[in-house]
């Protein structure tokens, strides 16, 4: 196993590290501040200065203005622009834009990737993902999906009702998920919808536990009656879960990426109080229960940089069916790791820790989602199980 970077890749990923660390952290506080009044000045310097940088979407093929750099290189850079919230924004890597973008070039036509991909990738325009819908619809199991696209001539008519469509308020364009047959398997399709598509009803953004930052509002819509032509399938119709569960493995793996960037900071954040911070004569660092508190977390944060690495490799080779049940222990472990670092940095901060003078409880209660979204924990644990049972799962790869 050879763990070693390339150039190419070492020397972005230096880059990458330099530009957050001087650039996007400074900034990190205007760009929220502005992102309330629904301003975006900051984060458009930046993207600017990623592009003229050269570190503008690096995954993605040069065509569409990125470097080609693949699942792995996604895996380095995109750890390092994790380290800040609004840092995969600025080199237009966050989510769901980014697992949309993939989606588009995976499956969508030349028509649609013109139409679509080609503004999402330069950031023109920002898109949603509506797979989830109130109870008893779609949720935890996809296959209670409600909404119905019905064929109407050469066309379709869309109606349902969705929410937690990250970024659908403001979206451009919605990758939507429709029922278009009771086929337990080929009953799904996913529709390309233009956001100020006639039926299309933005009911709210509601409130969560977590802030609201840039694409990262939760958006309740409706779909009353909503036409849209055959060049608005992406792939064939029937193909809406395989093509769901397309998007979400290298997606939910991209979220483990950004989100070890952001526990390796907090962690590194907790050095510099640990270190000065004096209790019962000696410094915090000095105390063997804290000792314990960074050891386990730092083993958290490896083993799952370990295996992401290893979900990334087997996705670049490929492999994608066969990476699903371990993008399932990679997404568990490291959602649960980021909430534990960041819960153990309040700890190890004490009071500053639980004040609002240090970033740690912001970013816990956005990072409690991580649990949640893009499948709970109880389901991708189910996943592992069953694979295991049947015997798919080599332990000792
Ligand atoms: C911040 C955030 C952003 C999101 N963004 C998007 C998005 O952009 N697009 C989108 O389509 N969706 C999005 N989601 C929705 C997300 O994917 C769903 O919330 C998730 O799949 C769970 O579905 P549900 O909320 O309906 O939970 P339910 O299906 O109601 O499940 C509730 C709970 O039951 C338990 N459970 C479920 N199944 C099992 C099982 N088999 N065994 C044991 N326990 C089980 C779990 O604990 C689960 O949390 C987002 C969610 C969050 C929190």
Not at 79 to 107: H, I
């Amino acid at each position: 196993m050879d763990f070693s970077l390339s150039d190419e890749l070492a020397t972005l990923r230096a880059a990458v590290r330099t530009f957050v660390d001087e650039h996007v952290i400074p900034n990190e506080q205007a760009i929220i501040l502005e992102d309330r009044e629904r301003r975006t000045d900051t984060l458009q310097k930046l993207q600017q200065k990623a592009k003229s940088e050269g570190l503008w979407v690096p995954h993605l093929p040069v065509a569409l203005g990125g470097r080609g750099l693949g699942v792995m290189g996604m895996c380095v850079l995109f750890r390092e622009m994790g380290r800040s919230p609004v840092g995969a924004k600025v080199f237009n890597c966050d989510a769901p834009d980014q697992g949309n973008m993939d989606l588009l070039l995976m499956a969508g036509s030349d028509a649609q990737k013109a139409r679509w991909l080609e503004p999402l990738c330069n950031a023109t325009m920002t898109s949603a993902f509506c797979l989830t819908e109130p109870a008893p619809g779609a949720g935890a199991d996809p296959t209670n999906l409600r909404t119905r696209a019905t064929r109407d001539g050469d066309g379709w008519v869309i109606d349902g009702h969705k929410w937690y469509s990250t970024g659908g308020g403001a979206a451009g364009v919605l990758l939507l998920v429709a029922r278009t047959s009771d086929d337990p398997k080929e009953g799904a399709t996913v529709f390309i919808v233009p956001r100020d598509a006639k039926g299309v009803v933005h009911v709210r953004d509601f409130a969560t536990m977590g802030e609201e930052l840039l694409q990262h509002r939760e958006a309740e819509l409706r779909f009353e009656g909503v036409r849209v032509g055959d060049d608005a399938v992406l792939g064939r119709v029937g193909d809406g879960f395989r093509l769901a569960q397309a998007r979400l493995v290298p997606a939910r793996l991209t979220h483990c990426m950004r989100w070890l960037g952001l526990a390796d900071r907090a962690l590194s954040m907790c050095r510099e109080y640990l270190a000065t911070r004096v209790a019962f004569g000696k410094t915090l660092a000095h105390h063997q229960m804290l000792q314990r508190m960074l050891a386990e977390n730092a083993r958290a944060i490896h083993s799952g940089n370990l295996m992401t690495a290893h979900c990334a490799w087997m996705l670049e080779k490929g492999d994608a069916k066969a990476a699903r049940v371990y993008s399932s222990m990679a997404k568990n472990h490291v959602a649960q790791a980021l909430c534990k670092v960041l819960d153990d940095a309040i700890q190890m901060h004490g009071g500053l820790g639980y004040s609002q003078d240090v970033p740690f409880s912001t970013w816990y209660r956005s990072a409690r989602a991580a649990r949640i979204a893009d499948g709970p924990d109880e389901v991708h644990d189910m996943v592992v199980a069953r694979d295991f049972m049947m015997g798919r799962v080599d332990l000792l790869v």
